[in-house]
T-cell receptor, first 112, second 118 residues
């Protein structure tokens, strides 16, 4: 089954404790991205990657890191989480033909 | 840079009736795609309909259709014969095609919460 898998689905952490949200896709898509969803703001792009070892900043990259060492994986890293990073996070992938984006199930992150 | 605006934070409709959700966008790109995504309470993001900017004919998917006005940069979604299962948040989204200056970027609007009443 074609899918994007994010883990964990829910996470509560404390300020400053490094965390990683994993994302994996099995569709051989070149393009992967991370979004955060906040009420009234829609989904805002954090980082995206056009292919292995190619990443670029989106609209709200501050406080986040990503890596793309393999085509299927695109982890999101918060080196020192802060309460303003409390949000719902989505990973997405699509191919270079600009077809629909496939989304993961979302990760609800709370930083206290 | 492109922007997508959904000016209706919330909408409601009676079951079996028709509702239209609005979306406007701003871009300097000539070639792009527009999408409507549905997000039910489960949080899953589901593609509802897609429109390619170079196609003049409006896209249709069963009860869902769009009114695409390229000159006005408007992309509204019409839901006919509304069903209780249509209750969800709806997002309008924009993506330039390959070769555009912002290729790779999928930009979303703020979302519209649609409630279908029995």
């Amino acid at each position: 089954e074609a899918q994007v898998t994010q883990n964990p689905r829910y996470l509560i952490t404390v300020t400053g404790k490094k965390l990683t949200v994993t994302c994996s896709q099995n569709m051989n898509h070149e393009y992967m991205s991370w979004y955060r969803q906040d009420p009234g703001l829609g989904l805002r792009q954090i980082y995206y990657s056009m292919n292995v070892e190619v990443t670029d900043k989106g609209d709200v990259p501050e406080g986040y890191k990503v890596s793309r060492k393999e085509k299927r994986n695109f982890p999101l890293i918060l080196e020192s989480p802060s309460p303003n990073q409390t949000s719902l996070y989505f990973c997405a992938s699509r191919n270079t033909g600009n077809t629909e984006a496939f989304f993961g199930q979302g990760t609800r992150l709370t930083v206290v | 840079a492109q922007t997508v605006t959904q000016s209706q934070p919330e909408m409601s409709v009676q079951e079996a009736e028709t509702v239209t959700l609005s979306c406007t966008y701003d871009t300097s790109e000539n070639n792009y795609y527009l999408f409507w995504y549905k997000q039910p309470p489960s949080r899953q993001m589901i593609l509802v309909i897609r429109q390619e900017a170079y196609k003049q004919q409006n896209a249709t998917e069963n009860r869902f259709s769009v009114n695409f006005q390229k000159a006005a940069k408007s992309f509204s979604l019409k839901i006919s014969d509304s069903q209780l299962g249509d209750t969800a948040m709806y997002f309008c989204a924009f993506a330039p095609t390959a070769g555009g200056t912002s290729y790779g970027k999928l930009t979303f609007g703020q979302g519209t919460i649609l409630t279908v009443h029995p």
